[in-house]
């Protein structure tokens, strides 16, 4: 089946903000819950959307939890993000080969513009789906379905990227190819659970799935 686009996942997939994202939970916690805390606790918090970690942590105070989590997170995002290997060159080239190239992410769509501006990528993208374009996140397929609407393209010739669970998961319930990204944080082997049909271990891998269809 020929590969027409390509759907990812922005944190942990095409940037490295899990070192943001742990620090931001930390600074919150440690102020909220000081002590109860660890970095590796703070693992499992990274894929769902910031109300529904902290609707789980603390019901109630989720919207004061997550001012003080975007105002630390934004404070802070251009020193503590990095970029992954070829990445922007990657998408360059497919891009170049005519696909479609979209984000489906669990983060406010300025949140990700901000991404995109830092890895110089905002202009490969057809289209960047946010939680500000959707009323469920992923792992609902509805971030998925809309991000193939606005593209244009059939789910067949559709796969959904992504370093989390929730990313095969929604690309799954959306009826579409999924692939896992090997340099996620919780490791090959945890997103090998989900059933992916590929696993990236660079990616540059996407090259020959493209052409393999």
Known sequence: MAVKALLFDFDGTL??????????FMHVLNERFPGQYSPKDCLKFIGPSLKQTFN?????????????YRAWNIAHHDDLVSQYPDVVSTLEQLKAQGIKLAIVSTKRNETIDRG????????????????????????????????????????????????????????HRAGVRAAGVAWAIKGE?????????????????LFDIVKEG
């Open 116 to 171: 995109l501006a830092i890895l110089g990528a905002t202009h490969l993208f057809d289209v960047r789906i946010g939680t500000d374009d959707v009323n469920n996140v992923k792992p609902d397929p509805e971030p998925v379905l809309l991000a193939l609407e606005r593209l244009g393209i059939e789910k067949d010739y559709a796969i959904m990227i992504g370093d989390n669970s929730h990313d095969i998961e929604a690309g």
């Open 56 to 68: 789980d942590i603390a019901p109630g105070e989720e919207d004061d939890l997550i001012e003080m």
């Open 189 to 205: 082997a945890y997103l090998q659970q989900y059933q992916p049909e590929y696993m990236l271990q660079h990616m540059s891998d």
């Open 15 to 24: 940037l490295n903000t899990n070192d943001l994202i742990i620090q931001t």
